[in-house]
């Protein structure tokens, strides 16, 4: 399977604790994009990768969100000292520049009880 | 703000019958919209997408249709089948250095009946 892969499927965890999401883009994808969806609405951007270097970042992103992609592979998605609002689907994408190829993985859905 | 909308929560219409659904938006910077197809439990899947510089295209049942002045885009399907009944997103990509960073609307519903 060639497509965007995302770990896991879902996640439930306590308020306060801390999470982590991994995403595996397609292998020859350079840009790599997270996003954020909740229920009744459209996926929000979150941040995007060009290779490793995180290009731009929402305001929707507050600090106790980080991301990365090491060596511009997979990436990472923290959320610290989660809250009830982190609940949603988490999803990831990837492309190759100008946008070719833009492909969704499955998402993370969160729960924060 | 809402710089891309989608009307109208949902949808129903008759298998065989055309499927129009509709969007808007509000800045003039976008290049370059996409139209989505979502099931529950999995991500968005592309169907179909216009450049700015085109007024239509198609693809098999799918047909993309952007009114630039209007700042509206239309998906229609056509015939629409059972398979259909999904959450359909229309989504805008902004030129320049922030490509790929796309914008949706809030999606539509579409249910179609046997």
């Known amino acids: 399977d060639t497509g965007v892969s995302q770990d896991p499927r879902h996640k439930i965890t306590k308020r306060g604790q801390n999470v982590t999401f991994r995403c595996d883009p397609i292998s020859e994808h350079n840009r790599l994009y997270w996003y954020r969806q909740t229920l009744g609405q459209g996926p929000e951007f979150l941040t995007y990768?060009?290779?490793?270097?995180?290009?731009?970042k929402s305001r929707l992103l507050s600090d106790r969100f980080s991301a990365e992609r090491p060596k511009g592979s997979f990436s990472t998605l923290e959320i610290q000292r989660t809250e009830q609002g982190d609940s949603a689907m988490y999803l990831c994408a990837s492309s190759a520049m100008r946008g070719a190829g833009y492909t969704f993985g499955s998402g993370t859905r969160l729960t924060v009880v | 703000d809402q710089q891309v909308k989608q009307n109208s929560p949902s949808l129903s219409v008759q298998e065989g019958r055309i499927s129009i659904l509709n969007c808007d938006y509000t800045n003039s910077m976008f290049d370059y919209f996409l139209w989505y197809k979502k099931y529950p439990a999995e991500g968005p899947t592309f169907l179909i997408s216009?450049?700015?510089?085109?007024d239509k295209n198609e693809d098999g049942r799918f047909t993309v249709f952007l009114n630039k002045s209007a700042k509206h885009l239309s998906l229609h399907i056509v015939p629409s089948q059972p398979g259909d009944s999904a959450v359909y997103f229309c989504a805008a990509n902004p030129g320049g250095t922030s490509y790929g960073k796309l914008t949706f609307g809030q999606g539509t519903i579409l249910t179609v009946h046997p």
């Open positions: 216009i450049s700015s510089i085109k």
């Open positions: 990768f060009q290779n490793e270097a995180q290009l731009e």
